[in-house]
Protein backbone atom coordinates (compact mmCIF):
# COMPACT_ATOMS: atom_id res chain seq x y z
CA UNK A 1 0.00 0.00 0.00
CA UNK A 2 1.57 3.14 -1.09
CA UNK A 3 1.55 6.31 1.78
CA UNK A 4 -0.85 8.62 2.34
CA UNK A 5 -0.12 11.90 0.62
CA UNK A 6 1.73 14.50 2.98
CA UNK A 7 -0.35 16.79 4.92
CA UNK A 8 -0.83 20.16 3.17
CA UNK A 9 -0.17 23.28 4.79
CA UNK A 10 -2.26 24.39 7.83
CA UNK A 11 -5.14 26.50 6.70
CA UNK A 12 -7.86 28.71 8.64
CA UNK A 13 -10.33 25.55 10.39
CA UNK A 14 -13.58 25.70 11.47
CA UNK A 15 -14.03 23.14 14.28
CA UNK A 16 -16.88 21.04 13.96
CA UNK A 17 -18.66 19.41 17.24
CA UNK A 18 -17.24 15.83 17.75
CA UNK A 19 -20.21 13.63 16.84
CA UNK A 20 -20.80 15.26 13.68
CA UNK A 21 -21.55 13.18 10.67
CA UNK A 22 -18.75 11.70 8.49
CA UNK A 23 -20.75 12.32 5.78
CA UNK A 24 -20.77 15.99 6.46
CA UNK A 25 -17.02 15.96 7.03
CA UNK A 26 -15.96 14.49 3.87
CA UNK A 27 -16.44 17.23 1.68
CA UNK A 28 -17.52 14.89 -1.09
CA UNK A 29 -19.43 17.39 -2.87
CA UNK A 30 -18.00 19.62 -5.49
CA UNK A 31 -20.17 22.68 -4.31
CA UNK A 32 -17.88 23.39 -1.36
CA UNK A 33 -16.13 25.95 -2.89
CA UNK A 34 -17.65 28.47 -5.41
CA UNK A 35 -14.41 28.45 -7.46
CA UNK A 36 -15.57 24.00 -7.33
CA UNK A 37 -12.76 23.42 -4.94
CA UNK A 38 -13.26 20.88 -2.19
CA UNK A 39 -12.57 21.45 0.92
CA UNK A 40 -9.92 19.54 2.98
CA UNK A 41 -10.91 17.04 5.68
CA UNK A 42 -8.66 17.64 9.08
CA UNK A 43 -8.09 14.91 12.20
CA UNK A 44 -7.00 16.20 14.99
CA UNK A 45 -5.51 14.06 17.92
CA UNK A 46 -5.36 15.72 21.20
CA UNK A 47 -4.10 14.29 24.62
CA UNK A 48 -7.03 13.41 26.66
CA UNK A 49 -5.65 13.64 30.26
CA UNK A 50 -7.57 12.40 32.70
CA UNK A 51 -8.23 15.97 34.64
CA UNK A 52 -9.27 16.25 30.54
CA UNK A 53 -11.79 13.83 30.31
CA UNK A 54 -13.18 14.38 33.76
CA UNK A 55 -13.24 17.98 32.75
CA UNK A 56 -15.65 17.30 29.33
CA UNK A 57 -17.71 14.47 30.71
CA UNK A 58 -18.82 14.96 34.21
CA UNK A 59 -20.16 18.09 36.07
CA UNK A 60 -19.59 18.54 39.89
CA UNK A 61 -22.30 17.67 42.36
CA UNK A 62 -22.64 20.92 43.48
CA UNK A 63 -22.74 22.42 39.57
CA UNK A 64 -25.42 20.50 39.05
CA UNK A 65 -28.53 22.93 38.49
CA UNK A 66 -30.63 23.82 41.30
CA UNK A 67 -33.51 21.76 40.41
CA UNK A 68 -31.87 18.80 40.23
CA UNK A 69 -29.10 19.31 42.96
CA UNK A 70 -30.75 17.25 45.79
CA UNK A 71 -32.40 14.45 43.33
CA UNK A 72 -28.92 13.77 42.18
CA UNK A 73 -27.07 13.52 45.82
CA UNK A 74 -30.05 11.37 47.23
CA UNK A 75 -29.15 9.18 44.00
CA UNK A 76 -25.73 9.18 44.61
CA UNK A 77 -26.39 8.12 48.45
CA UNK A 78 -28.46 4.88 46.82
CA UNK A 79 -31.82 6.26 46.81
CA UNK A 80 -33.81 7.55 43.71
CA UNK A 81 -34.25 11.23 43.44
CA UNK A 82 -37.32 13.14 42.59
CA UNK A 83 -37.62 16.46 40.85
CA UNK A 84 -41.58 17.46 40.76
CA UNK A 85 -41.79 20.42 38.65
CA UNK A 86 -41.78 22.40 35.53
CA UNK A 87 -37.58 22.83 35.63
CA UNK A 88 -35.82 19.54 35.37
CA UNK A 89 -32.89 18.01 36.98
CA UNK A 90 -30.49 20.48 35.11
CA UNK A 91 -27.86 18.00 34.56
CA UNK A 92 -25.49 19.06 31.58
CA UNK A 93 -23.09 16.06 31.41
CA UNK A 94 -24.30 12.19 31.41
CA UNK A 95 -21.78 11.88 34.92
CA UNK A 96 -21.43 13.79 38.21
CA UNK A 97 -18.54 13.13 40.28
CA UNK A 98 -18.41 14.06 43.30
CA UNK A 99 -15.40 15.94 46.03
CA UNK A 100 -13.85 12.66 46.87
CA UNK A 101 -13.67 11.56 42.89
CA UNK A 102 -16.30 9.35 42.84
CA UNK A 103 -18.11 9.35 39.64
CA UNK A 104 -21.63 8.27 38.75
CA UNK A 105 -23.62 7.65 35.58
CA UNK A 106 -27.07 9.77 35.90
CA UNK A 107 -30.27 8.65 34.34
CA UNK A 108 -33.83 10.22 34.47
CA UNK A 109 -37.11 9.15 33.87
CA UNK A 110 -40.12 11.19 33.51
CA UNK A 111 -42.83 9.04 35.13
CA UNK A 112 -45.49 11.63 35.14
CA UNK A 113 -46.67 14.84 33.43
CA UNK A 114 -49.51 17.33 33.26
CA UNK A 115 -50.35 20.59 31.88
CA UNK A 116 -50.74 23.53 34.24
CA UNK A 117 -50.86 27.55 33.62
CA UNK A 118 -47.43 28.81 32.94
CA UNK A 119 -46.49 32.55 33.97
CA UNK A 120 -43.79 33.55 32.01
CA UNK A 121 -41.82 36.84 33.67
CA UNK A 122 -38.60 38.54 32.19
CA UNK A 123 -36.71 39.36 35.32
CA UNK A 124 -33.69 41.96 35.36
CA UNK A 125 -31.17 42.55 38.27
CA UNK A 126 -29.90 45.77 39.93
CA UNK A 127 -27.98 46.18 42.98
CA UNK A 128 -29.78 48.28 45.85
CA UNK A 129 -26.83 50.05 46.28
CA UNK A 130 -27.57 51.71 42.78
CA UNK A 131 -30.17 54.17 43.47
CA UNK A 132 -29.44 57.33 44.07
CA UNK A 133 -32.68 58.18 46.32
CA UNK A 134 -32.95 53.93 47.86
CA UNK A 135 -34.40 51.48 45.67
CA UNK A 136 -37.86 51.40 45.74
CA UNK A 137 -40.41 49.37 47.34
CA UNK A 138 -39.96 45.78 47.52
CA UNK A 139 -40.80 42.20 49.14
CA UNK A 140 -37.98 40.59 50.87
CA UNK A 141 -37.03 36.97 49.06
CA UNK A 142 -37.40 35.18 51.83
CA UNK A 143 -41.13 36.21 52.18
CA UNK A 144 -42.16 34.75 48.48
CA UNK A 145 -43.37 30.98 49.09
CA UNK A 146 -40.75 28.04 49.19
CA UNK A 147 -42.33 26.99 45.67
CA UNK A 148 -41.80 30.38 44.22
CA UNK A 149 -38.16 31.04 45.66
CA UNK A 150 -37.35 27.69 44.39
CA UNK A 151 -38.39 28.59 40.75
CA UNK A 152 -36.22 31.47 40.75
CA UNK A 153 -33.62 29.41 41.79
CA UNK A 154 -34.34 26.82 39.24
CA UNK A 155 -34.42 29.35 36.91
CA UNK A 156 -30.90 30.52 37.45
CA UNK A 157 -29.61 27.56 38.01
CA UNK A 158 -26.57 29.08 40.11
CA UNK A 159 -27.96 31.49 42.67
CA UNK A 160 -24.79 33.35 42.51
CA UNK A 161 -25.13 34.79 39.25
CA UNK A 162 -27.64 37.09 40.53
CA UNK A 163 -24.12 38.88 41.77
CA UNK A 164 -22.53 38.67 38.38
CA UNK A 165 -21.92 42.44 37.28
CA UNK A 166 -24.49 43.41 35.01
CA UNK A 167 -25.99 40.31 34.82
CA UNK A 168 -28.46 40.58 31.62
CA UNK A 169 -32.53 39.49 32.34
CA UNK A 170 -33.71 36.51 32.41
CA UNK A 171 -37.07 33.99 32.23
CA UNK A 172 -38.54 32.25 34.98
CA UNK A 173 -41.90 30.70 34.33
CA UNK A 174 -44.30 29.82 37.09
CA UNK A 175 -46.18 26.82 36.92
CA UNK A 176 -47.75 24.26 39.61
CA UNK A 177 -50.04 21.24 39.29
CA UNK A 178 -51.10 21.56 42.85
CA UNK A 179 -54.04 24.13 42.67
CA UNK A 180 -52.99 25.21 46.48
CA UNK A 181 -49.06 25.99 45.46
CA UNK A 182 -51.00 28.27 42.51
CA UNK A 183 -53.52 30.03 44.90
CA UNK A 184 -50.58 30.96 47.60
CA UNK A 185 -48.50 31.95 44.44
CA UNK A 186 -47.37 35.51 44.36
CA UNK A 187 -46.93 35.78 40.53
CA UNK A 188 -49.81 33.27 39.54
CA UNK A 189 -51.90 35.08 38.08
CA UNK A 190 -49.93 37.26 36.22
CA UNK A 191 -48.60 40.18 38.58
CA UNK A 192 -46.52 42.28 36.27
CA UNK A 193 -43.90 45.31 38.32
CA UNK A 194 -43.43 42.93 41.50
CA UNK A 195 -40.04 43.71 42.73
CA UNK A 196 -37.93 41.10 45.00
CA UNK A 197 -34.60 42.29 47.54
CA UNK A 198 -32.55 39.17 47.48
CA UNK A 199 -29.25 38.90 49.09
CA UNK A 200 -28.24 42.93 48.01
CA UNK A 201 -30.37 42.89 44.57
CA UNK A 202 -33.48 44.00 43.62
CA UNK A 203 -35.19 41.24 41.40
CA UNK A 204 -37.73 43.35 38.76
CA UNK A 205 -40.30 40.89 37.37
CA UNK A 206 -41.66 42.09 34.30
CA UNK A 207 -45.12 39.50 33.00
CA UNK A 208 -44.51 38.20 29.10
CA UNK A 209 -47.73 35.81 29.04
CA UNK A 210 -49.59 32.66 29.91
CA UNK A 211 -49.17 29.57 28.25
CA UNK A 212 -49.88 26.06 29.06
CA UNK A 213 -46.94 24.32 29.94
CA UNK A 214 -45.77 20.86 31.20
CA UNK A 215 -45.52 19.94 35.10
CA UNK A 216 -43.35 16.32 35.20
CA UNK A 217 -41.86 14.07 37.64
CA UNK A 218 -38.83 12.98 36.76
CA UNK A 219 -36.91 10.03 39.03
CA UNK A 220 -33.58 10.39 39.05
CA UNK A 221 -31.16 7.44 39.07
CA UNK A 222 -27.08 7.04 39.90
CA UNK A 223 -24.98 4.18 38.73
CA UNK A 224 -20.83 4.50 40.09
CA UNK A 225 -18.90 3.94 37.36
CA UNK A 226 -15.38 4.97 38.52
CA UNK A 227 -13.61 5.81 42.02
CA UNK A 228 -10.71 8.15 40.44
CA UNK A 229 -9.94 9.85 37.24
CA UNK A 230 -8.28 7.05 35.83
CA UNK A 231 -11.03 5.34 36.26
CA UNK A 232 -13.24 7.71 34.74
CA UNK A 233 -11.23 7.65 31.53
CA UNK A 234 -10.99 4.51 31.09
CA UNK A 235 -14.72 3.46 31.46
CA UNK A 236 -15.77 6.35 28.91
CA UNK A 237 -13.77 5.59 26.68
CA UNK A 238 -14.78 2.23 26.93
CA UNK A 239 -18.80 3.24 26.52
CA UNK A 240 -17.66 5.93 23.98
CA UNK A 241 -14.33 5.68 22.52
CA UNK A 242 -12.70 3.08 20.16
CA UNK A 243 -9.42 1.57 20.05
CA UNK A 244 -6.89 1.37 16.76
CA UNK A 245 -5.11 -1.51 17.21
CA UNK A 246 -2.45 -2.73 14.72
CA UNK A 247 -3.18 -0.27 12.40
CA UNK A 248 -0.87 -0.58 9.04
CA UNK A 249 2.03 1.53 7.96
CA UNK A 250 -0.19 4.41 6.19
CA UNK A 251 -2.95 4.32 8.72
CA UNK A 252 -0.09 4.60 11.43
CA UNK A 253 1.52 7.54 9.27
CA UNK A 254 -1.95 9.32 9.69
CA UNK A 255 -2.35 9.04 12.90
CA UNK A 256 1.30 9.77 13.69
CA UNK A 257 0.61 13.20 11.84
CA UNK A 258 -2.38 13.72 13.88
CA UNK A 259 -1.34 13.64 17.28
CA UNK A 260 -0.71 17.15 18.35
CA UNK A 261 -0.86 18.44 15.47
CA UNK A 262 -3.47 17.51 12.62
CA UNK A 263 -3.88 15.44 9.20
CA UNK A 264 -5.33 16.59 6.17
CA UNK A 265 -6.82 15.67 2.80
CA UNK A 266 -8.80 16.78 0.18
CA UNK A 267 -11.39 14.16 -0.94
CA UNK A 268 -11.16 11.92 -2.55
CA UNK A 269 -9.81 10.37 0.35
CA UNK A 270 -6.66 7.95 0.68
CA UNK A 271 -7.30 4.21 1.28
CA UNK A 272 -5.37 5.13 4.24
CA UNK A 273 -7.18 7.80 5.84
CA UNK A 274 -11.10 6.27 4.49
CA UNK A 275 -10.12 3.59 7.25
CA UNK A 276 -8.78 5.71 10.28
CA UNK A 277 -12.61 7.29 9.65
CA UNK A 278 -13.93 4.63 9.71
CA UNK A 279 -12.39 3.11 12.91
CA UNK A 280 -13.06 6.49 14.82
CA UNK A 281 -17.03 6.22 13.82
CA UNK A 282 -20.13 4.29 14.93
CA UNK A 283 -23.27 4.51 13.49
CA UNK A 284 -21.76 7.36 11.09
CA UNK A 285 -20.71 9.70 14.24
CA UNK A 286 -17.37 10.61 15.01
CA UNK A 287 -16.35 9.45 18.73
CA UNK A 288 -15.11 11.87 21.24
CA UNK A 289 -12.20 9.49 22.30
CA UNK A 290 -9.92 7.16 20.74
CA UNK A 291 -7.09 4.97 22.05
CA UNK A 292 -3.69 4.92 20.06
CA UNK A 293 -0.42 3.46 21.24
CA UNK A 294 -1.25 3.11 24.93
CA UNK A 295 -2.78 6.72 24.82
CA UNK A 296 -6.30 8.28 24.88
CA UNK A 297 -6.89 11.19 22.38
CA UNK A 298 -9.80 13.62 22.06
CA UNK A 299 -10.90 13.75 18.49
CA UNK A 300 -11.60 16.71 16.45
CA UNK A 301 -12.49 16.75 12.84
CA UNK A 302 -12.76 20.22 11.12
CA UNK A 303 -13.09 21.60 7.15
CA UNK A 304 -10.33 23.90 6.20
CA UNK A 305 -11.40 26.45 3.60
Known sequence: MSRPPRRLSRRRTVLLTATASLTALSGCSTNDQADGARAETVLQLDEASPVGVSNEFSTPVDAVGHAGRAAVRTAIDGGEGTVDGYYGPGVSAPYVVTDDAEY????????????????????????????????????????????????????????????????????????YASAERRERSRFVPENDGQRVEWDGELLRFAFEGERSVNVATVAVRADRVASSQREFRRAVGEERGRSIDDPSADQRAVLDEAVDSEYAESPPHSEAFATVLDALSVDGEVVPLVRYDGSWYFTHFSRAD
Open 104 to 175: YCVETETVDSVAAPGYAYTVEVDSVDSFLLGPPSSVPFGDLPAHDRNAVRDALGDASLIHAPHYPPFGVTFA
